[in-house]
Each structure stands twice: as structure tokens, then as C-alpha cells.
């Protein structure tokens, strides 16, 4: 095949090899010579520039020659963007051997030494006291936290089992029902009201991640925090949810 020289500065190409399962696609200046593009391959397939041999194949996959003269331009090269440049490994490595992540040895450090760095992020932030580290802010944290319970808990004891009830949660329409649960929960903290709508209009069967805590038709029971129901007389109402 005529070698041609072409006047475009730069080209982009892809690059397979026989050490791996994939393509990458680099743009490189065609004033590198042949030994200084294997040095650039090097950080790409892993595998020494003495030990490569390079075929070029065009943008149909065909073969065209071979990259085998190291002092000349790659754009001595009939060399144009869609092209591959396939790397052959004669190193004796194996295929994969540079993908397969579990040889690689993994960097340990004890709690006791990383605690002992100076350089750490945990260090950072025990020095500006941040985080967990700060204790005025964790107080607080744990402080509000306590006082929101405590409300829930004053709402939740003025709602009784067995009573009627109305749901207003935000977004959404008013819904009635009777309270079927009232308490702590294992599915999220805080104080929950278990609600037996009148209509399926509700998420579950009174159970929750396998643990029952009433018992209601499947979709319409439902859980709800104490500040959005009210208790009174609030009779059933006919959705029409039963209608044709």
C-alpha cells in the first residue's frame, strides 16, 4: 500500500488490543512518530511500548497496514478519523489480565491509625467540630427531635381506637375513617395513627413490612401522623367508587 502523507494536524481514532474486551477513542497529532504514539498507548492498554505491535484497519474494519516503522509520522500513515489502531501485546500477558480489579492489592487501615492522621476527613472535622463532631449542634439536634416526639405524643394520646375520624394531609383530599392504631411503629420513628378508611383509598392491609398492627381490607389502611386527623362525628361517606 502507498504511504501518503496528509495535511489534517490531528486525527481521531479508536484503539482495541489483544489485553482487553474494549474500544476507547482518542484524538492524537499526526506529527507523533510511531515510537512516541506507542508511548501514548501505553497509559491506555497497559502494556510496554516494546512490546506492542500496531495494525491499522479503516473505518470499515478493514485491514490496512501495518504501524511498524518507529521514527515514522503517524500521519505518514493513511490514518483518518474512524480508523482503528489495534494493539498486539507481545509482553505474554494474558487477556483481561488488566481489567480483572480483584488482583489488585487494596490499600487497609485500622480505625486506630486512621483516627491517629492528621490529614483525614474525619481529623478536618473533629478540628472545626462539624458534623457529628460538633456537640452545641448535636444537642440541639436531639433536643428539637425530643420536643417533636413529645408533641406527637400529647397529639397521639387525644385520639382514641375506635374512633371516627378525617385525614387532611396536604395535597390531598379529605379522607374518613376509623382510627384502628395508635403508637409507635417499627417501620419509621416517631408516634403513627392507624386509619381503616371507609373507601380503598389508603396503602396497605393494617400490616407494614410483615408486622400487623390492625386488621383492614387491602388499600384501605393507612398510616398518618397525628397532626393531620381529627376525631368526631364524622359519618361515612359515599365515594361511588363502587359505580359502573
Given at each position: 500500500?502507498?504511504?501518503?502523507?496528509?495535511?489534517?494536524?490531528?486525527?481521531?481514532?479508536?484503539?482495541?488490543?489483544?489485553?482487553?474486551?474494549?474500544?476507547?477513542?482518542?484524538?492524537y497529532s499526526r506529527s507523533l512518530t510511531i515510537a512516541e504514539f506507542k508511548?501514548?498507548?501505553?497509559?491506555?492498554?497497559?502494556?510496554?511500548?516494546?512490546?506492542?505491535?500496531?495494525?491499522?484497519?479503516?473505518?470499515?474494519?478493514?485491514?490496512?497496514?501495518?504501524?511498524?516503522?518507529?521514527?515514522?509520522?503517524?500521519?505518514?500513515?493513511?490514518?483518518?478519523?474512524?480508523?482503528?489502531?489495534?494493539?498486539?501485546?507481545?509482553?505474554?500477558?494474558?487477556?483481561?489480565?488488566?481489567?480483572?480489579?480483584?488482583?489488585?492489592?487494596?490499600?487497609?487501615?485500622?480505625?486506630?491509625?486512621?483516627?491517629?492522621?492528621?490529614?483525614?476527613?474525619?481529623?478536618?472535622?473533629?478540628?472545626?467540630?462539624?458534623?457529628?463532631?460538633?456537640?452545641?449542634?448535636?444537642?440541639?439536634?436531639?433536643?428539637?427531635?425530643?420536643?417533636?416526639?413529645?408533641?406527637?405524643?400529647?397529639?397521639?394520646?387525644?385520639?382514641?381506637?375506635?374512633?371516627?375520624?378525617?385525614?387532611?394531609?396536604?395535597?390531598?383530599?379529605?379522607?374518613?375513617?376509623?382510627?384502628?392504631?395508635?403508637?409507635?411503629?417499627?417501620?419509621?420513628?416517631?408516634?403513627?395513627?392507624?386509619?381503616?378508611?371507609?373507601?380503598?383509598?389508603?396503602?396497605?392491609?393494617?400490616?407494614?413490612?410483615?408486622?400487623?398492627?390492625?386488621?383492614?381490607?387491602?388499600?384501605?389502611?393507612?398510616?398518618?401522623?397525628?397532626?393531620?386527623?381529627?376525631?368526631?362525628?364524622?359519618?361515612?361517606?359515599?365515594?361511588?367508587?363502587?359505580?359502573?
Open positions: 500500500m502507498e504511504v501518503t502523507g496528509l495535511s489534517a494536524p490531528t486525527v481521531t481514532v479508536f484503539i482495541s488490543s489483544s489485553l482487553n474486551s474494549f474500544r476507547s477513542q482518542k484524538r508511548g501514548k498507548l501505553q497509559l491506555i492498554v497497559g502494556c510496554p511500548a516494546s512490546c506492542m505491535e500496531l495494525e491499522l484497519y479503516g473505518p470499515d474494519d478493514k485491514f490496512y497496514s501495518k504501524l511498524d516503522q518507529e521514527d515514522a509520522l503517524l500521519g505518514s500513515y493513511p490514518v483518518d478519523d474512524g480508523c482503528r489502531i489495534h494493539v498486539i501485546d507481545h509482553s505474554g500477558a494474558r487477556l483481561g489480565e488488566y481489567e480483572d480489579m480483584s488482583k489488585v492489592e487494596k490499600y487497609k487501615i485500622s480505625q486506630e491509625a486512621y483516627d491517629q492522621r492528621q490529614d483525614s476527613v474525619r481529623s478536618f472535622l473533629k478540628r472545626n467540630k462539624l458534623g457529628r463532631y460538633n456537640e452545641e449542634e448535636r444537642a440541639q439536634q436531639e433536643a428539637e427531635s425530643a420536643q417533636r416526639l413529645s408533641e406527637e405524643e400529647a397529639q397521639a394520646r387525644a385520639i382514641a381506637v375506635g374512633s371516627r375520624c378525617e385525614v387532611r394531609a396536604p395535597g390531598q383530599p379529605p379522607r374518613r375513617g376509623t382510627v384502628m392504631y395508635v403508637g409507635l411503629t417499627d417501620f419509621k420513628p416517631g408516634y403513627w395513627i392507624g386509619v381503616r378508611y371507609d373507601e380503598p383509598l389508603g396503602k396497605n392491609d393494617g400490616s407494614v413490612n410483615g408486622k400487623r398492627y390492625f386488621e383492614c381490607q387491602a388499600k384501605y389502611g393507612a398510616f398518618i401522623k397525628p397532626s393531620v386527623v381529627t376525631v368526631g362525628d364524622f359519618p361515612e361517606e359515599d365515594y361511588g367508587l363502587d359505580e359502573m
